[in-house]
């Protein structure tokens, strides 16, 4: 990854991976979008749009393709975990080069595991964002958020690898850093976003009423998912995820809150299911976790 025009296959253009795609694309990069035939089709022929007051308001020329046919230097893996299985058949383990970087930004902790089962496991780089990015069309972005950051991590990378990725992203427009640890990086989130998804989902509130009318809920599971997150080997801090909490927007919906009321597959399995198999493995107590998920997998049935 020396050389300085790289060439990116993103899959799963959605609300992050387009506007990754767009960026990337406006800083000089080759960019070629992994979706579904209608999907590409409109891409191919009307490049990307965004709406952003950070980035601007502009439009990014891509290629698309129902399938990754020749190596790339990276593939942004930007689906939903729901839609993981599925759309990986769109990158067959023989179309990547030996160097390719394969860089998922998912939500959970799992499937860094299951793409390093498949793939080259030293070429495996998740990344964590912080983002609010909804595609409202095929090709249309709107980038909701004052910021868009990314931590970029992986054990089993070469650090030099890592570092020319990121810088990478940076130039491109986010805020970019890499992270040491990768079981930190992904816990961090991951007790950040369990405690928000689940309580805003089961209620079907916005947080700013979830942080107020059930406080000692949000509380509870907030020291559950801490606890786990140090059984895990991740630092946690529950005042702080608390009052990171009460810094947000009353209207603040989570994206599984958005999901259930879009009548979309849920993230439960990802973020509720794989907390409670954490839990289970450190043999930490998550009572409050396990029925909310409970409660959601009933609602969802």
């Known amino acids: ?49 965004v709406r952003s007051t950070v980035f601007g308001d502009f439009t990014a020329a891509v290629a698309a393709d ?3 046919r020749t190596p790339v230097d990276a593939v942004l893996v930007t689906v939903k975990h729901t839609a993981l299985e599925a759309a990986l058949t769109r990158v067959p383990a023989p179309s990547l080069g030996e160097d390719t970087l394969l860089v998922p930004f998912l939500n959970g902790i799992e499937h860094p595991a299951a793409l390093r089962a498949r793939y080259r496991p030293d070429r495996v780089a998740p990344a964590v964002v912080r983002v609010e990015s909804t595609r409202v069309a095929p090709g249309v972005i709107e980038h ?23 810088r990478v992203l940076a130039e491109a ?4 850093r890499v992270a040491a640890d990768e079981t930190s990086a992904l816990w961090a989130k991951m007790a950040f976003l369990a405690p928000f998804a689940l309580l805003t989902t089961r209620h079907g509130l916005p947080l700013g009423e979830v942080r107020t009318r059930y406080r000692e809920e949000l509380t509870a599971l907030v020291e559950e998912t801490a606890a786990v997150s140090r059984a895990c080997g991740a630092p946690a801090d529950p005042a702080r995820a608390l009052a990171r909490y009460d810094s947000f927007a009353p209207a603040t919906k989570s994206s599984m809150q958005r999901d259930a009321e879009a009548g979309r597959p ?32 009933d609602t969802t049935r």
């Open 144 to 166: 909701g958020s004052a910021f868009a950051e990314i931590d970029l991590t992986g054990d089993a990378v070469p650090r030099p690898r890592l570092d020319a990725f990121a």
């Open 1 to 49: 990854m020396t050389k300085d025009i790289l060439s990116v296959a993103v899959l799963g253009p959605g609300g992050v991976g387009g506007l990754l795609a767009a960026l990337l694309s406006r800083a000089g990069h080759r960019v070629t979008c992994l979706a579904g035939e209608e999907t590409a089709a409109t891409l191919r022929t009307e490049g990307i749009s």
């Open 266 to 297: 849920l993230e439960l399995d990802a973020i509720g299911g794989a907390l409670l198999r954490a839990a289970e493995r450190h043999g930490v107590a998550v009572p409050v976790t396990a029925r909310l998920v409970r409660e959601l997998t």
């Open 173 to 176: 427009g986010p805020a970019v």
């Open 66 to 68: 129902t399938e990754l």
